[in-house]
């Protein structure tokens, strides 16, 4: 059964940094495409960020791109989210999500039909 936690959300002020962390169960990243997504209230699911783990490309979006910092440890089975210089607009609620296949190569991707397990989500609010 393919399951993730996130956890390391958290209320911070601008300018600051918190790390995310997906924990994965059920099945090991190699292959699998892990996105980063978040949904602020009354806005539309956002992807953030993913990463292949198995030769590590990664791939951001415009809107954090030089700010966040996406990597995988996969002895933990674990992605994890970076994020630094947060602003009041990353506020949201962010979701780990894995590709609905097993690739050979990364797809980059941040089209959330692409993912079919998600996580319960963990709240990042960034305010003074």
């Known amino acids: 059964q393919v399951q993730f936690v996130e956890s390391g959300g958290g209320l911070v002020q601008p300018g600051g940094s918190l790390r995310l962390s997906c924990a994965a169960s059920?099945?090991?990243?190699?292959?699998?495409?892990i996105a980063w997504f978040r949904q602020a209230p009354g806005k539309e699911r956002e992807g953030v960020s993913c990463?292949?783990?198995?030769?590590?490309?990664?791939y951001y979006a415009d809107s954090v791109k030089g700010r966040f910092t996406v990597s995988t440890d996969n002895a933990k089975n674990t992605v994890y989210l970076q994020m630094n210089s947060l602003k009041p607009e990353d506020t949201a609620v962010y979701f780990c999500?894995?590709?609905?296949?097993?690739?050979?190569?990364?797809?980059?991707?941040?089209?959330?039909?692409?993912?079919?397990?998600w996580g319960q989500g963990t709240q990042v609010t960034v305010s003074s």
């Open positions: 990463i292949f783990s198995t030769d590590g490309s990664t």
């Open positions: 999500a894995r590709s609905n296949l097993a690739m050979l190569g990364f797809t980059p991707t941040l089209d959330p039909r692409e993912y079919k397990y």
């Open positions: 059920g099945f090991m990243l190699d292959y699998y495409t």
